[in-house]
């Protein structure tokens, strides 16, 4: 039974090795390092690492600093860390630019085809705000009176107990309100307004 107090944890794995937790595992399912369980009381049982293994792995260029690594490279073809630009000290070289304008290029045309297929966000917000369509007859239902005064059930039979609104049954013998008179009333409320100003 190996001595397992010299095995290694995940976290001086990862700190060794300086990859992830799932860089580790990667390599544990790539069979390039011996993996064991530390049985704790009271605990889960601490995943354990063969410490020859970590260190002939540190050991690989390969395997350091990477998370993952191709399984079918080409020994010929350029890294790709050199591809990619560098910064440093905050300056950007034209390549940074380039990718940079590409980038926008792109969110752009995403931009472009969202509002050619949805619409521009003013019109699909007026769209979700915008209640049902006020019919243009020259009587209105209770509801459709709401709706094109902006004022509330209770506040209009308020004005129809006043005398300011005259009920006009309908089918059924639902409220009627005439449109005219709901204009004039809102006339005469600016005008009161007016004076009293």
Same mark, same amino acid.
């Given at each position: 039974?190996?001595?397992?107090?010299?095995?290694?944890?995940?976290?001086? +794995?990862?700190?060794?090795?300086? /990859?992830?937790?799932?860089?580790?595992?990667?390599? +544990?399912?790539?069979?390039?390092?011996? !993996?064991?369980?530390?049985?704790?009381? $009271?605990?889960?049982?601490?995943? /354990?690492?063969?410490?020859?293994?970590?260190?002939? =792995?540190?050991?690989?260029?390969?395997? &350091?600093?990477?998370?993952?690594?191709?399984?079918?490279?080409?020994?010929?073809?350029?890294?790709?860390?050199?591809?990619?630009?560098?910064?440093?000290?905050?300056?950007?070289? @034209?390549? &940074?630019?380039?990718?940079?304008?590409?980038?926008?290029?792109? =969110?752009?045309? /995403?931009?472009?085809?969202?509002?050619?297929?949805?619409?521009?966000?003013?019109?699909?917000?007026?769209?979700?705000?915008?209640?049902? @369509?006020?019919?243009?007859?020259?009587? =209105?239902?209770?509801?459709?009176?709401?709706?094109?005064?902006? =004022? @509330?059930?209770?506040?209009?039979?308020?004005? /129809?107990?006043? $005398?300011?609104?005259?009920?006009?049954?309908?089918?059924?013998?639902?409220?009627?309100?005439?449109?005219?008179?709901?204009?004039?009333?809102?006339?005469?409320?600016?005008?009161? !307004?007016?004076?009293?100003?």
């Amino acid at each position: 039974m190996p001595d397992l107090q010299q095995w290694r944890t995940k976290e001086e +794995v990862c700190e060794r090795l300086n /990859i992830s937790d799932r860089g580790v595992d990667r390599l +544990v399912q790539r069979k390039k390092l011996r !993996k064991r369980e530390r049985k704790v009381y $009271g605990r889960r049982p601490v995943p /354990i690492y063969h410490p020859s293994d970590v260190e002939k =792995l540190a050991g690989q260029s390969d395997v &350091t600093g990477s998370d993952w690594q191709p399984v079918d490279t080409d020994p010929t073809a350029e890294p790709v860390s050199d591809s990619l630009p560098q910064i440093a000290n905050g300056e950007y070289s @034209p390549q &940074t630019d380039a990718i940079a304008g590409e980038l926008l290029q792109f =969110l752009k045309t /995403i931009r472009d085809n969202f509002v050619a297929a949805v619409g521009p966000p003013l019109q699909i917000a007026s769209a979700a705000n915008a209640g049902p @369509p006020v019919p243009t007859t020259l009587y =209105l239902t209770m509801s459709e009176a709401c709706l094109y005064s902006g =004022l @509330p059930e209770s506040r209009l039979r308020a004005f /129809i107990r006043d $005398g300011r609104l005259t009920r006009i049954p309908g089918a059924r013998n639902r409220t009627m309100i005439s449109r005219g008179e709901l204009e004039n009333l809102w006339r005469n409320g600016l005008q009161a !307004k007016g004076a009293a100003v």
